[in-house]
């Protein structure tokens, strides 16, 4: 069964300095990798996906994600953040066969301090 | 463009009392998703549609929940009857269909339910 893992509840960081949000994952095949964003009482907002090709993908809002094959990691990062950016960041996997149902991290909450 | 709409935004009821939803997905996306998500939990799929057709709901407990989208456009999920651990954020969401599924999914505000 395919699974998503977010081994960090909440990260912490400082406005203007980079951040990282983790996420490794598990699934049959190659996988389709997505990032969502949650703010306070709003729906899920795309932020980037990763289908084929570049293992570096660029997204929404400055943020970026790096696909790891042989680590089955797929990490979001941002080089400066933002106090804007304090939200829910949820990580999902979609298998490129099969079911094709996708399966989401239970998130990760995001804090930057000024 | 008009998002994924979803109504009602708030709802309380008591266990074993019926509730329904309702999404309207942003326009020419015939894929529809209907997700449960628990406080504290990443989104559950309960069913996708495609046009008026259901392409899997394996993770929909069908002996209270159902779902239908009878004219492919808008979608209604109904619980009956409800349990205090259905208590949770129902998110609908909708695709324009692509090849594979690796199409990006567009996420309504979500209905909070509460079962006391």
């Known amino acids: 069964a395919q699974s998503v893992a977010q081994p960090e509840d909440q990260v912490n960081v400082a406005e203007g300095n980079p951040l990282t949000v983790k996420c490794t994952y598990s699934?049959?095949?190659?996988?389709?990798l997505f990032w969502y964003v949650q703010y306070p009482n709003r729906g899920l907002q795309f932020l980037l996906k990763?289908?084929?090709?570049?293992?570096l993908v660029k997204g929404s809002y400055g943020f970026e994600a790096e696909f790891n094959k042989s680590q089955t990691s797929f990490h979001l990062k941002k080089p400066s953040a933002l106090v804007s950016d304090s939200a829910l960041y949820f990580c999902?996997?979609?298998?490129?066969?099969?079911?094709?149902?996708?399966?989401f991290g239970r998130g990760t909450s995001l804090i930057v301090h000024p | 463009e008009a998002g994924v709409a979803q109504s009602p935004r708030y709802k309380i009821i008591e266990k074993r009392q019926s509730v329904a939803f309702w999404c309207n997905p942003i326009?020419?996306?015939?894929?529809l998703y209907w997700y449960q998500q628990i406080l504290g939990q990443g989104p559950k799929l309960l069913i996708q549609?495609?046009?008026?057709?259901?392409?899997?709901d394996s993770q929909l407990p069908k002996d209270r929940f159902s779902a239908e989208r009878l004219k492919g456009v808008d979608s209604t999920l109904k619980i009956q009857p409800a349990k205090l651990e259905d208590s949770a954020v129902y998110l609908c969401?909708?695709?324009?269909?692509?090849?594979?599924?690796?199409?990006?999914?567009?996420f309504g505000p979500g209905t909070r339910l509460l079962v006391l």
């Open positions: 969401a909708s695709s324009f269909p692509g090849t594979d599924y690796q199409e990006t999914q567009y």
């Open positions: 699934v049959s095949g190659n996988p389709y």
């Open positions: 999902a996997v979609r298998p490129t066969g099969g079911s094709y149902i996708p399966t």
């Open positions: 990763y289908i084929t090709g570049d293992n």
């Open positions: 549609f495609q046009n008026n057709g259901v392409v899997d």
């Open positions: 326009s020419g996306h015939a894929t």
